[in-house]
């Protein structure tokens, strides 16, 4: 009998694992790629004004995502689409993807992205087998002016931080129900917040169309500040990486004050910049000195 039982409960495990991996809702995350693009200062230009995809992630009814597939420690669904296979297989929506889907970083081309994403969350969803669906049911959940983020968040981006309870509220009331504020901190010794993402939760079908409420409202980055310092940023949106550069330090040209009536100059308005090849040329003649010095000590003692 307890053979049986145990060959009973290999079997159900097994048929699980058939049915794909057993999670509750999908989360729809969109990124604001000023926000995204601040901390990098790397971001390919023109950057997007709207909100684009970053991924619809199974997720189980905790809040925690669904690991990626492997075929040892997560099968989640026998088969599915390998990820070298996906950018051919979403060839008829590649225009969609490419302008609400694409990959910011410089550098980084948006099919490697489109098959991460695919490794890490499409071949654990209800898709395994069609990728095609998958992307092209993000896209419509992700197009949707009714989930738009710059409407629904109830408030114009603006450099003066706004309370996260506040925009959760405003959500609440646009769309019924309470989504997940992803936040980053990308200002170095300071703590101030910055909105990253906004997550919309959807109950698991295929497609997925009806809202749920997100068991977490924010994540651990917007929870890292006391409850009273939760204002996070909406930066306004800019398509060049020209507000977040910083001029290197020996780039910096230190200019001089107005020039003296007198006719001979005086020794402050000399520039910083015409200061440098003074000070290398003095160094330079301490270590020709230095190195003579030397030569002729080491002649005499070998003599």
């Known amino acids: 009998m307890q053979i049986l039982a145990f060959s009973a409960a290999v079997v159900a495990c097994l048929v699980v694992s058939a049915e794909g991996s057993e999670f509750s809702f999908y989360k729809l995350s969109l990124i604001w790629p000023t926000s995204a693009c601040i901390p990098t200062k790397n971001c390919k230009t023109p950057i997007p004004n709207f909100f684009t995809i970053h991924g619809l992630w199974p997720t189980l009814k905790d809040g925690s995502e669904v690991p990626p597939y492997d075929p040892t420690d997560n099968n989640c669904n026998p088969n599915p689409v390998a990820p070298a296979d996906v950018v051919v297989k979403v060839a008829t929506i590649r225009g969609r993807l490419q302008t609400k889907w694409p990959n910011l970083r410089v550098g980084k081309s948006d099919d490697i992205f489109w098959e991460t994403e695919w490794s890490h969350h499409g071949m654990c969803s209800d898709y395994p087998q069609d990728p095609l669906a998958y992307f092209t049911s993000t896209l419509n959940l992700a197009e949707n002016s009714k989930y738009d983020p710059l409407d629904v968040l109830g408030v114009s981006p603006s ?114 910049r015409l200061l440098v090849p003074v000070q290398w040329g003095i160094i330079g003649f301490l270590v020709l000195y230095i190195l003579k010095r030397r030569y002729y000590r080491v002649h005499e003692h070998v003599e």
Request: charged share 20%; proline share 14%.
């Open 159 to 272: 450099n003066t931080p706004y309370p996260i309870d506040t925009l959760l509220e405003n959500v609440k009331k646009k769309v019924g129900f309470y989504p997940q504020i992803s936040c980053s901190m990308p200002v170095g010794g300071t703590k101030q917040l910055y909105l990253r993402e906004i997550r919309f939760c959807f109950k698991r079908a295929t497609p997925p169309s009806a809202l749920q409420n997100c068991p977490d409202d924010m994540d651990d980055m917007c929870r890292s500040v006391p409850p009273l310092d939760r204002k996070i940023m909406f930066p306004p949106a800019t398509t060049t990486n020209s507000l977040f550069s910083v001029t290197p330090p020996f780039d910096r040209i230190f200019t001089s004050p107005p020039a003296s009536t007198n006719a001979t100059t005086s020794w402050p308005s000399v520039t910083c």
